[in-house]
């Protein structure tokens, strides 16, 4: 799953590329500056989707809804893969 901060990061880097400073991309998606920034910086905890269409919108990028990949790992298989990172550290 895509998260906030993860979108934030691209959103930033594809502006960014396209040549457009926070304040051009804020007032073409008809946002706040401010919350584009925090967008960007990853302090922002959620934001409607309208706003992320705009933005994406006018950055030329597209939101897309598709099935999930799978679950979530459970707390024991991720406490199994730790153990077996850790084991890979010690043979070194």
Do not use: C, W, Y
């Not at 905890?45 to 979530?72: D, M, N, P, T």
Request: no cysteine.
């Amino acid at each position: 799953m895509l998260m906030l901060r993860s979108m934030g990061e691209q959103i930033a880097v594809r502006r960014k590329a396209l040549g457009f400073s926070q304040a051009v991309l804020a007032k073409q998606a008809k946002v706040g500056h401010s919350t584009l920034d925090a967008l960007e910086n990853g302090r922002l905890g959620e934001l409607g989707v309208s706003k992320i269409i705009r933005l994406l919108s006018a950055l030329g990028l597209e939101l897309k809804i598709q099935e999930a990949a799978g679950r979530r790992p459970t707390l024991e298989e991720l406490m199994e893969e730790d153990r077996d990172d850790q084991g890979l550290d010690r043979r070194r």
